[in-house]
């Protein structure tokens, strides 16, 4: 079993719906990263969190330290926004590296 | 203001050649971790360094692969007598020294092996 699953592997969407990216981790961590990455494109941090809540524009990120489960949600989605979105967390603290999972594979349709 | 610098960002080489990854982290940064991203498969770690140093290396395969991060200079990652498995993107990402280990990355470097 993967340290770091994430639900649903593929999504698609409509345009303007509501979108949640599930996340859950069976290890300790000091901090959970949402990923974004575009076909053929490179990485870009969306969020680092270790407790509660961020929002940043249409996504809003969450995370339960106790259920060990993080989600992330783009409100009124739109086809710029297909993507593959990746969870990855930070082991035990300081500088360590990421454990990622397999992401999940967005698409929204016109 | 420039973020992490990764070069080339293509490159095709033929089996038995080697593979020379650039690495160059945001200003400031010290640390540095490589990453590979398999054809259809999620991101696994390679190697950790810092500058001059190899902190963990369990990620990365026993033979063929080395990295460093001199003093000067980029972080290199170094692939001798590639071989077609070793088709796939490989990312750095940097982190600073400070309370925030928030990783930076790189736009990545695709190898292809012919």
């Known amino acids: 079993k993967n340290e770091v699953e994430q639900s649903p592997q593929n999504l698609t969407a409509q345009e303007g719906e509501f979108i949640t990216i599930n996340c859950s981790y069976s290890v300790g961590i000091s901090a959970l990263h949402w990923l974004q990455q575009h076909p053929g494109g490179g990485i870009v941090s969306l969020f680092m969190l270790s407790s509660g809540k961020k929002k940043h524009g249409r996504l809003i990120a969450t995370i339960n330290i106790q259920e060990k489960h993080s989600s992330l949600h783009i409100t009124a989605s739109h086809p710029r926004d297909s993507a593959v979105y990746i969870c990855?967390?930070?082991?035990?603290?300081?500088?360590?590296?990421?454990?990622f999972g397999k992401g999940t594979r967005l698409s929204v349709i016109a | 203001n420039a973020g992490v610098m990764q070069n080339p960002r293509h490159l095709v080489r033929r089996r038995g050649q080697e593979a020379r990854l650039r690495c160059s982290p945001m200003k400031g940064h010290s640390h540095v971790y490589w990453y590979r991203q398999l054809p259809e498969e999620g991101l696994k770690f390679m190697v950790y360094l810092q500058k001059e140093n190899i902190i963990d290396e369990s990620g990365m395969p026993k033979e063929r692969f080395s990295a460093e991060f001199p003093k000067e200079g980029p972080s290199i990652l170094r692939i001798q007598q590639v071989v077609r498995g070793d088709s796939a993107a490989y990312f750095c990402?940097?982190?600073?020294?400070?309370?925030?280990?928030?990783?930076?990355f790189g736009p990545g470097t695709r190898l292809t092996v012919t």
């Open positions: 990402a940097s982190t600073g020294t400070g309370s925030s280990y928030e990783q930076y």
């Open positions: 990855a967390v930070l082991r035990g603290s300081g500088n360590t590296p990421l454990v």
